[in-house]
């Protein structure tokens, strides 16, 4: 298995090769700036006293402060988190948002918890962090298996610490107590319109067919809009099976199945298959949305699509995304492709700070607005060196991050 971490540092030292930024910038980049571990201790519903492990890893504040989410996950390790730290410096930097770069990320199946045990691990969690997060220093979102409900005990644990309200030091919250309208959906919009100006520029029209690895937050928002929009979407993959159907899944029906029976199944009306099967079927476009190195060296060579967008952090290996490339294949990144979910996280801050909200389509404007500007950027970057559409997006990325230390005199 590939480790996140080693794929992370290979894609930095591959923009080095072009970029040549001064080595010192370079080699510092490479490392976080602070890692903790912490005992989350959960008083569990038979009375005895469980130990998760936790994570906050701070990889960059040069351009503001950390800023990512926190993952409830039973696959998540030490080097996941300093990866996906990493991967953040460069998201909010390509979307040129004043943030860093932060992830936080807790061992635990959420499925074997009772509700209350998910609160008291929530609040647990944050009292862990609690001296190192802030709206100034980190801040903190939901990641895989962790939503806005969880945040709103997080914010819940964290102002009653501090003694006073501060709805700034956490983001992606329930509306009532600070979120911002279009948040929820926010990483599968921004990829939506990053989707649409790729797909414009190879030619793919909107009856293109698209697979979608992954029916949760992102996959799941996605499908619905590719669906919408006219799209054909033909196979979608949960954790457990792939339906697909050649002229195109009813989307708003598998979506109210999987809501209904909690899986795929059961679907009607498509066939049934395993679940990497999603990845290799005949498509234009693929969109991982899942985890990390669902794309690997093992079977880069049997995917069909033209475009690849990613909503998964991390869907790629470089090996796999070397193989990819030599096919021709046109990779769009997750640092660009999944950054609509940290853009919107950026303008809740905003309006925490204003005390003032926005309305749907006000949000929704500036999100397109952003993703568009920086598809651009990155697509010239990638032009101006010849190379993927990745290290396009690590030349701007890296570029940025390394002005904000240079003009720091951090070197
Ligand atoms: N977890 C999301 C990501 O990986 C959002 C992070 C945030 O809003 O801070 O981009």
């Not at 690590?394 to 005199?409: F, P």
Request: charged letters at 25%.
């Amino acid at each position: 298995m590939n480790n996140p971490l080693e794929s992370a540092r290979q894609q930095l030292a591959n923009i080095q090769t072009i970029l040549k930024i001064d080595p010192n910038i370079f080699e510092r980049l490479l490392y976080p700036d602070r890692m903790i571990e912490v005992a989350v201790p959960v008083k569990m519903d038979d009375g005895t006293t469980k130990i998760f492990i936790g994570y906050r890893c701070q990889h960059n504040n040069a351009r503001g402060p950390y800023k990512g989410g926190i993952r409830f996950h039973p696959g998540v390790t030490r080097e996941e988190v300093m990866a996906l730290s990493m991967w953040m410096t460069w998201k909010t930097a390509v979307v040129d948002i004043p943030l860093g770069g932060g992830k936080g990320g807790v061992i635990v199946d959420v499925k074997q918890l009772s509700q209350r045990e998910l609160e008291a691990l929530s609040r647990s969690y944050m009292q862990a962090i609690f001296p190192l997060v802030g709206k100034n220093q980190d801040v903190p979102a939901p990641d895989v298996s962790t939503d806005a409900r969880i945040m709103g005990y997080m914010l819940d644990e964290y102002e009653s610490l501090l003694g006073e309200r501060a709805p700034g030091v956490i983001t992606g919250k329930p509306l009532s107590i600070g979120g911002s309208l279009g948040r929820g959906y926010a990483t599968a919009q921004g990829a939506f319109y990053i989707l649409e100006r790729a797909a414009e520029k190879l030619h793919l029209g909107k009856e293109a067919s698209v697979l979608i690895q992954g029916f949760g937050n992102g996959g799941g928002h996605l499908a619905r809009m590719l669906h919408k929009a006219g799209y054909k979407v033909v196979a979608i993959a949960d954790s457990k099976t792939t339906v697909y159907r050649s002229e195109g899944l009813d989307v708003v029906e598998v979506d109210e199945h999987k809501r209904m029976t909690g899986d795929l199944k059961t679907c009607e009306g498509c066939e049934k298959l395993p679940i990497d099967a999603v990845l290799s079927l005949p498509a234009d476009i693929l969109v991982p949305a899942a985890l990390e190195n669902a794309i690997h060296a093992g079977n880069a060579d049997t995917v069909q699509a033209k475009l690849i967008v990613e909503i998964a952090n991390g869907p790629t290996t470089p090996e796999a995304e070397e193989m990819l490339l030599k096919k021709g294949i046109t990779v769009v990144p997750d640092i660009l492709a999944n950054a609509g979910g940290v853009a919107v996280s950026y303008f809740e801050q905003v309006q925490n700070a204003m005390n003032y909200s926005w309305t749907e389509a006000e949000v929704n404007v500036k999100l397109k607005e952003k993703m568009e500007t920086a598809f651009e950027a990155v697509w010239g970057e990638k032009e101006r060196y010849t190379t993927s559409v990745r290290m396009g997006a690590y030349a701007l990325a890296v570029r940025r991050v390394a002005q904000a230390m240079q003009d720091r005199g951090r070197m």
